[in-house]
T-cell receptor
Framework: GQNIDQPTEMTATEGAIVQINCTYQ??????LFWYQQHAGEAPTFLSY??LDGLEEKGRFSSFLSRSKGYSYLLLKELQMKDSASYLC??????????WGAGTKLIIKP | GAVVSQHPSRVICKSGTSVKIECRSL??????MFWYRQFPKQSLMLMAT?????????EQGVEKDKFLINHASLTLSTLTVTSAHPEDSSFYIC????????????FGPGTRLTVT
């Protein structure tokens, strides 16, 4: 079956750095997405990785290792507004998006 | 970036009535649209996938006669919740993707449905 694993919840301090991991086992791979979802709102796109390596976009970076079935989202200089759920999703061989359950990130002052 | 609108944002209806939710892609042609449901503190759950001009593909456990999906054009899809019950109360979110890679999904703002 298809499976995406990410931690249920993480806590970090304002101004610090946090890394949210995602491992996946899917039938084929056509890219990995990270989305941010604030409570009561729809998800918003953060990043897309299809090749191995690190993609940097401001305070957020996303890394992919296809051989290991592994990705992480790195958030630097954390702000209170970064408190949200972070969803990892993989596009499989049929171009269907397989969603992880999300990681709830709590930022403390 | 691509914009997807959803209407209404909130709706309260009585048990037994039907509710229609619209999803529009405002600045691009959406080959495929997706409908999700999300209960409080739970993950997104894909309900169905629809391609313009064809019947929707429903996920296992989703009743197609209860959740009617119409994707009449490349910019509009509708979800009708028929004979709504209180257990249908949820956050319904649509998304749309284009026809070229990376097939990123752009999400609408969601519709909060409350059935009394």
């Amino acid at each position: 079956g298809q499976n995406i694993d990410q931690p249920t919840e993480m806590t970090a301090t304002e101004g610090a750095i946090v890394q949210i991991n995602c491992t996946y086992q899917t039938s084929g791979f056509n890219g990995l997405f990270w989305y941010q979802q604030h409570a009561g709102e729809a998800p918003t796109f953060l990043s897309y990785n299809v090749l191995d390596g690190l993609e940097e976009k401001g305070r957020f970076s996303s890394f992919l290792s296809r051989s290991k079935g592994y990705s992480y989202l790195l958030l630097k200089e954390l702000q209170m507004k970064d408190s949200a759920s972070y969803l990892c999703a993989v596009l499989d061989s049929n171009y269907q998006l397989i969603w992880g359950a999300g990681t709830k990130l709590i930022i403390k002052p | 970036g691509a914009v997807v609108s959803q209407h209404p944002s909130r709706v309260i209806c009585k048990s037994g009535t039907s509710v229609k939710i619209e999803c529009r892609s405002l600045d691009f042609q959406a080959t495929t649209m997706f409908w999700y449901r999300q209960f409080p503190k739970q993950s997104l759950m894909l309900m169905a996938t629809s391609n313009e001009g064809s019947k929707a593909t429903y996920e296992q456990g989703v009743e197609k006669d209860k959740f009617l999906i119409n994707h009449a054009s490349l910019t509009l899809s509708t979800l009708t919740v028929t004979s709504a019950h209180p257990e249908d109360s949820s956050f319904y979110i649509c998304s749309a993707s284009g026809s070229s890679e990376p097939y990123e999904q752009y999400f609408g703002p969601g519709t909060r449905l409350t059935v009394t």
